[in-house]
């Protein structure tokens, strides 16, 4: 009862706040009286939708809770997270491994859930690395990075990760085109016409296991590859890419990149692509990637490099591919609930065009051709237009839907989200944002069947809208309710790194199957210890491996003598705990790395090269139980060649008379 | 000490109550049930059986004599998941020694503890009074029911069964 009154105070001072404010786009006008309990999830209980963030370039990926905005968890994907010890185990090292070597940070851009029937079903959640082109599978059951694949011929991987509607592919298309792998890439910046291509990598999901293999690469002109989705419904069997800087600008493409009236959509119809390898037509090229698998009972990665790939090139198939002249730069490339509308939005234009998949094929069949580029026919703008959104506002980027015949476009320049009628591409409702949104999010918004209850909008500038914290502030994302007829803001939360796409999904759907812990039969690491029986050091020259094991509340062995100046430690330690939320960590004193944070039957290792003789001190650094601060041992470093004998134990190692060492 | 019983036993209720719709509009932050005094009278909770605990088992057959088998496979349950805490002779490590332990409990009130250690911690007169001496709560090391009876015929060999 108590609540509901706050609530009424908060709500009523809302209201006070709405009827003072009159500075035009502040946040008092914007919200109105019911906006706190729409968002308000009160102690203890569940948020309705989960909704996975990219984290930009913190190179993570977050988990918010929907309509509180609570931070739930964030998991490290392309980046080290040192409190996860994600890049700093031994286990998790392989996961970020690739041609280069060992990169230890990216960028990630866009999240999608994978899909059966062109529905969200939960089970994985996929993100793309920008930089250092990548693509990672996240599992949702354990919430952690379970496989991370490399894509050859790529620079920069921004149309990335998105799905097929069954989730036979993540595609992910090349931002900057580049000379292919295997050729010689020693030339001149400025032959990019001639040298410079754009690959698509279409990577196969297995079925059962979610397994990522780079089942084919599209080899296209030399552009920029910016966003894209694929058909569903109808449209499936085609993806659609949005294209910029089709004027192969390799400098200054601020100025170079923006001069034609039009860019385009490319429509691939990957049946065919997907039928011509099947048919052996594909070019076997001779790259170099990485594939890095997380194994959840031997609790360690590993990561390994391939070195060839199919390759067809769409210029000598007729089929594959179209390019649709669409205005401007156009960034958002959406498709509609039902397939048939692809939503192209040029960021520079001031109209929204939307595209007919029925117009596209009738075109392509009656060859309504303006020409070709670069060898792939052009379809004429006016025979693959539905029409267009007039005057939406500045700068439109991205676009949702809520499966009841509205879109959602983000307006960057304009700073708002107009809501516009499919049909009749009638302007319907438009509402600031604060300030400059990027991408949108509507639970399931760009699958066949959105929960639209709300929108978040992730805007890329912050100024005033929170608290200043010196020259950087958090970027923001903002609620809105749009389960009525007008889009209502109920709520601003800050977000880590700089969100770009994001998904969002009933938590009915992920919460029951959520792992607890690991158990500890299953575990087949080769350095577990199952049971304190097993824990021991073993010498192996100057590398020694130490079987520990932890639970609540000390670490076995916790007095370790006989290890010398040049020597290589491991410590294997192993979480003997068998009930959820109970992990144990893992530091030691100078150690050049992180701690290790170890999950309930899991095994970690943290490689330790003592520096200087004398007595380390370790612990465990999770808050375990009352008895947490004396979950701790010593480890004696000696003299390299010392005679010390190697000696562990818990609980034995008594002291010594008063005069002795 | 009390405190950290009473904590307890608040924790339990709050517990408890989660999920029950009708209680949604009370603070979750406000102490139910008064006192902590009168907190643990009511858990004195009269239908509760402390000889048999709280749990899945209500009767447990035991044989007058050993059964070897079922003791060594408990005896690899003992040395993965409980001998880091549980010594076999009376000498308390984390938790208390497992020496006459057939003798202080029931087979049922230990097979419910071993697998019902959270509610038991908050319930339980005998096992709150261990956690008082020991501070630590018995994890919950998800033994199964088969595991929990060989763990039982374990420390009957322990105690000197044949």
New interface residues.
């Given amino acids: 009862?108590?609540?509901?009154k706050y609530l009424s105070i908060i709500g009523a001072t809302a209201l006070a706040l709405s009827i003072n404010g009159c500075k035009p786009k502040n946040a008092g006008n914007a919200v109105t009286g019911n906006a706190a309990a729409k968002a308000y999830v009160?102690?203890?209980k569940y948020d309705e939708f989960y909704n996975f963030i990219s984290g930009g370039f913190s190179g993570q990926l977050s988990v918010y809770g929907l309509p509180s905005g609570r931070l739930l968890r964030v998991i490290p994907v392309f980046s080290v997270d040192p409190e996860k010890g994600w890049g700093y185990s031994e286990e998790t090292k392989p996961m970020l491994t690739t041609s280069h070597g060992f990169v230890p940070w990216d960028d990630l851009h866009h999240t999608e859930l994978s899909q059966t029937n062109g529905e969200i079903d939960g089970r994985w959640v996929f993100g793309n690395a920008n930089n250092t082109p990548r693509v990672a599978r996240i599992d949702l059951a354990t919430f952690r990075t379970a496989e991370i694949i490399e894509l050859p011929n790529s620079g920069g991987n921004h149309s990335s990760p998105f799905i097929t509607e069954n989730t036979e592919y993540v595609i992910a298309g090349t931002r900057f085109s580049v000379p292919p792998d295997d050729a010689d890439g020693d030339i001149p910046i400025n032959t990019y016409k001639q040298n410079f291509k754009g690959h698509i990598s279409f990577i196969s999901i297995g079925k059962e296991d979610g397994k990522m293999d780079i089942a084919f690469q599209l080899e296209c002109p030399g552009v920029n590859f910016d966003l894209s989705h694929a058909g569903k419904g109808k449209s499936h069997g085609w993806f659609f890419f949005s294209c910029y800087n089709t004027e192969q600008a390799n400098t200054l493409l601020e100025v170079n990149a923006s001069q034609r009236d039009k860019d385009f959509i490319m429509a691939v119809n990957w049946k065919k692509a997907e039928e011509y390898v099947k048919a052996g037509k594909g070019k076997k090229q001779a790259v170099k990637y990485a594939h890095n698998v997380y194994n959840e009972k031997t609790h360690t990665a590993t990561s390994e490099i391939k070195t060839e790939i199919i390759v067809l090139n769409t210029k000598e198939f007729a089929d594959i591919c179209y390019f649709i002249p669409c205005p401007k730069s156009p960034h958002g490339c959406d498709v509609d609930p039902t397939g048939e509308y692809i939503v192209g939005s040029g960021k520079l234009a001031a109209l929204i065009p939307v595209f007919s998949f029925d117009k596209i094929q009738k075109a392509i069949a009656e060859k309504a051709f303006e020409g070709d580029y670069e060898g792939i026919p052009v379809i004429k703008y006016e025979a693959a237009l539905y029409g267009e959104v007039k005057k939406p506002g500045l700068g439109p980027l991205h676009t949702e839907f809520d499966g009841k015949g509205n879109a959602f476009t983000s307006m960057f320049v304009s700073s708002e989200v107009v809501k516009w009628n499919i049909k009749d591409l009638k302007v319907v409702d438009r509402v600031p944002t604060y300030y400059s949104v990027g991408h949108l999010c509507v639970p399931g918004g760009d699958s066949r069947k959105p929960n639209p209850k709300y929108m978040i909008a992730y805007n890329k500038i912050t100024k005033d809208r929170y608290l200043p914290t010196g020259p950087e502030l958090a970027q923001s994302a903002q609620l809105f309710d749009i389960s009525g007829e007008k889009m209502q803001l109920i709520l601003d939360f800050p977000t880590i790194g700089e969100p770009h796409y994001a998904q969002a999904v009933s938590a009915d759907l992920i919460k029951g199957k959520s792992v607890k812990?690991f158990?500890?039969e299953e575990n087949t690491h080769p350095y577990v210890s199952?049971?304190?029986?097993?824990t021991k050091v073993v010498r192996e020259g100057k590398t020694v491996h130490v079987y520990m094991?932890a639970?609540?509340?000390?670490l076995?062995p916790d007095n370790i003598e006989g290890i010398r100046m040049g020597d290589e430690v491991y410590f294997h330690i192993t979480n003997?705990?068998?009930?959820w939320d109970?992990p144990h960590g893992f530091a030691i004193k100078g150690a050049l790395n992180a701690e290790l944070l170890i999950m309930p039957g899991e095994t970690q290792t943290l490689k330790w090269v003592p520096d200087r003789v004398g007595i380390s001190p370790m612990y465990c650094t999770d808050f375990c139980?009352?008895?947490h601060q004396e979950m701790s041992g010593y480890v004696r470093v000696s003299p390299s060649g010392s005679n010390v004998p190697l000696l562990f134990s818990t609980?034995k190692n008594l002291p010594a008379e008063a005069d002795g060492k | 000490m009390k405190k950290l019983l009473y904590l307890a036993v608040i924790c339990g209720l709050l517990v408890a109550c989660g999920g029950n719709s009708s209680e949604e509009e009370k603070n979750p932050y406000a102490m139910e049930g008064g006192t902590p005094e009168a907190q643990a009278a009511a858990n004195a909770n009269p239908s509760y059986d402390p000889e048999r605990g709280e749990g899945k088992f209500t009767k447990v057959d035991v044989s007058p004599t050993l059964d070897e088998k079922m003791a060594g496979s408990g005896q690899k349950v003992y040395e993965v998941k409980c001998n880091s805490c549980h010594k076999l002779t009376d000498e308390k490590l984390v938790g208390p020694g497992w020496k006459d332990v057939t003798q202080r409990h029931k087979a049922e009130w230990i097979m419910n503890f071993v697998t019902n250690p959270d509610v038991m911690l908050d319930k339980d007169p005998k096992a709150q009074a261990q956690l008082e001496i020991c501070l630590v709560r018995m994890p919950n090391q998800n033994i199964n029911d088969e595991e929990a009876r060989t763990l039982y015929e374990f420390m009957r060999k322990n105690d000197g069964v044949k």
């Fill in positions: 009862m108590k609540q509901l009160a102690p203890g812990f158990k500890l199952k049971g304190e029986g097993t094991t639970i609540r509340s000390h076995a003997l705990e068998q009930d109970v139980s009352a008895l609980g």
